[in-house]
């Protein structure tokens, strides 16, 4: 069974800086893996993802601030990483980790971390 941990997130104040990363076990180098959030009262969105050939994509709103990468080192997982800086507090939300096959026929979301941008 595909398991997905999540950890990072928190309270940080605005032009703060804050690491999320997401560990993916018992799967086989997956095509998607990423960060989208979603905000009260707001859809889920799309913040940042890579895929295992190296392409990322990144929402308008992040670029230049945060950068998506995964870390290889760990041979029994996969683990993407999202680093943010310049945060804003529209960046507050609770992020969610995802995992994809590339066509998107299977995905899994992780629980999902809180972020908080304030003073």
């Known amino acids: 069974q595909v398991h997905l941990e999540e950890s990072g997130g928190g309270l940080v104040q605005p032009g703060g800086s804050l690491n999320l990363s997401c560990a993916a076990s018992?799967?086989?180098?997956?095509?998607?893996l990423g960060w989208y959030r979603q905000g009260p009262g707001t859809q889920r969105e799309l913040v940042a993802t890579?895929?295992?050939?190296?392409?990322?994509?990144?929402?308008d709103s992040v670029k230049g601030r945060f950068t998506v990468s995964r870390d290889t080192r760990d041979n029994a997982r996969h683990i993407v990483i999202l680093q943010m800086t310049s945060l804003k507090p529209d960046d507050s939300a609770v992020y969610y980790c995802?995992?994809?096959?590339?066509?998107?026929?299977?995905?899994?979301w992780g629980q999902g971390t809180q972020v908080t941008v304030a003073t």
């Open positions: 890579t895929t295992n050939t190296g392409t990322t994509l990144y929402a």
């Open positions: 995802k995992v994809a096959f590339r066509d998107e026929s299977w995905y899994l």
């Open positions: 018992n799967i086989f180098n997956p095509y998607y």
